[in-house]
């Protein structure tokens, strides 16, 4: 059976206009995305990997170029999209459990059955311990996690995200980098991944979209396919023996200079 394509991208240009100057940052991009995928986006900092995303999101207009979201032009900010950033965004004020409803809270949406699946999902993401506790009093790696929820009870069909674990120390990072992974594909979620770690970039996607300097283009995109004996996860796919080979191969193909 074909996949529905979930997300498409035709023709991006984004040129930012400032006083001083004008910034091409992205440049003809073309890109399909279906339904259940995982692609992750890797480039240069500066190539206009966070405008490409905010562009989907509908919150910036391309200079040219067009999205369209399960068939539906974009031409204001989606509704029923998750973010996860490098920040988690927590608001330090209120309780886990709060934050996690926050979003349904705005909407008026809150009762027993959503506290209920707060507490659910908060105890999966191994938080039950921590419903009442405030955000300064957990690890980066447990408001990360709190942040997940706190997407994931909204239940959206494609998932931005920017970054999202590189605030993170390297351990915490590759242990919550797994249970995202795992939660995604459990979930058969859609999902953008735009990371600098290219490890972490291929054991969690199913192609990966390498960007040039600016203006960012896409330079090309790789399909990848790790064998893996068992369930596989993340951390055991970064033991595949395809993957150093795409390791070296993105490496390559990102071209980073260090002066
Ligand atoms: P990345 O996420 O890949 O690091 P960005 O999308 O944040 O790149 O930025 C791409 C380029 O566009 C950078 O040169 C950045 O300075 C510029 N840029 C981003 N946002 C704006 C803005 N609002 N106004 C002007 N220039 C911007
Ligand atoms: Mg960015």
Redesign the pocket.
């Known amino acids: 059976m074909d996949k529905s394509q979930i997300v498409s991208l035709n023709n991006i240009n984004m040129v ?1 206009h ?1 006083i001083e100057e004008e ?1 091409h ?1 992205i440049k003809d991009i073309n890109l399909n995305i279906y339904d259940g995928e995982i692609i992750g986006v890797v ?1 240069p ?8 995303l905010s562009i989907i999101a509908g919150l910036i207009k391309p200079t040219s170029g067009y999205v369209k979201v399960k068939g539906q032009l974009v031409e204001k900010p989606l509704k029923n999209i998750g973010y996860m950033f490098q920040r988690d965004q927590l608001f330090e004020w209120r309780n886990i459990l709060d934050n996690v409803v926050l979003g349904l809270e705005i909407q008026d949406k809150v009762d027993e059955s959503v506290l209920r699946k707060a507490k659910e999902l908060l105890s999966n993401y191994g938080l039950s311990d921590f419903l009442y506790s405030y955000p300064y009093q957990l690890s980066g790696g447990m408001r990360q996690r709190a942040a997940l929820a706190r997407t994931m009870i909204l239940n959206p069909d494609l998932l931005l995200l920017d970054e999202p674990f590189s605030a993170l120390d390297y351990q915490t990072r590759l242990a919550i980098s797994d249970e995202v992974g795992i939660i995604l594909r459990q979930n058969k979620k859609t999902a953008i991944l ?1 990371t600098h770690d290219i490890a972490e970039a291929i054991s969690l996607c199913d192609s990966i979209a390498i960007m040039s300097n ?1 203006p ?1 283009r896409i330079k090309d995109i790789i399909d990848i396919k790790l064998s893996c004996d068992q369930e596989p996860s993340p951390i055991k796919l970064r033991e595949a023996p395809e993957f150093r080979h795409y390791f070296n191969k993105i490496w390559k193909e990102l071209d980073i200079h260090v002066r």
Not at 45 to 52: E, Y
Request: with cysteine; proline share 0%.
């Open positions: 930012y400032t910034t940052a480039g900092s500066g190539c206009g990997k966070s405008t490409l735009v600016r960012g």
